[in-house]
């Protein structure tokens, strides 16, 4: 089946700091989703990427579809302590039924 | 608007028994979907339901796992009988329909522990 590679697997940064993590498959997607978890719920979407090379901002969140279809990376500016929690990509293929898979995660703790 | 409900939060119940879970999508959501998230790892999709037909359910394991959506909204999934592997959280997520891209919203999820 399609697997995700995101890296890195943990990061522990300080308030303020910038952070990237990226997420690499040997498949090709239609689209790609960044979602981030917090303790005890479920995730939730916070962008999503329709087409190659595409770059989108929502606040201090940036993230970029790869030109290959294979890849996308997520930035967060000038980091704050809500921003812990778990940060999964997520490939969409197409089809017959949008089926979603999910990268391992990273999981990002901010020191105030 | 009430997002996608899901009960029992928690259960911990010893292998060999049997566990059932109850999701409540989001109110006009046609699509509903199970996954399980094993600890350390992604969320990976067991079953999906457009109204109450099964659309894929080709990593449902099917010697144990059962789902059903009998009137197309709330939808129950059952392990009988549950081994430790299974521990996990069982996420259920909606989304509008299947049939184009719709964002899927995920319920908080029920944590399950297999002694």
């Known amino acids: 089946g399609q697997q995700l590679n995101q890296s890195p697997q943990s990061m522990f940064i300080q308030e303020g700091e910038d952070v990237s993590m990226n997420c690499t498959s040997s498949?090709?997607?239609?689209?790609w989703l960044w979602y981030k978890q917090d303790p005890g719920e479920g995730p939730v979407l916070l962008i999503a990427l329709y087409k190659a090379g595409e770059l989108t901002s929502n606040g201090r969140l940036t993230a970029q579809f790869g030109i290959t279809r294979k890849d996308s990376f997520l930035n967060i500016s000038a980091s704050i302590p809500s921003d812990v929690g778990i940060y999964f990509c997520a490939g969409l293929s197409g089809g017959s039924n949008y089926k979603l898979t999910f990268g391992k995660g990273t999981l990002l703790t901010v020191n105030p | 608007e009430a997002g996608v409900a899901q009960s029992p939060r928690y259960k911990i119940i010893e292998k060999r028994q049997s566990v059932a879970f109850w999701c409540n999508p989001i109110?006009?959501?046609?699509?509903l979907y199970w996954y399980q998230q094993i600890l350390g790892q992604g969320p990976k999709l067991l079953i999906q339901f457009q109204n109450n037909g099964v659309v894929d359910d080709s990593q449902l394991p099917k010697d144990r796992f059962s789902a059903e959506r009998l009137k197309g909204v709330d939808s129950t999934l059952k392990i009988q009988p549950a081994k430790l592997e299974d521990s996990a959280v069982y996420l259920c997520?909606?989304?509008?329909?299947?049939?184009?891209?719709?964002?899927?919203?995920f319920g908080p999820g029920t944590r399950l522990t297999v002694l």
């Open positions: 109110s006009g959501h046609a699509t």
């Open positions: 997520a909606s989304s509008l329909s299947d049939s184009s891209y719709n964002e899927q919203f």
């Open positions: 498949s090709i997607f239609n689209t």
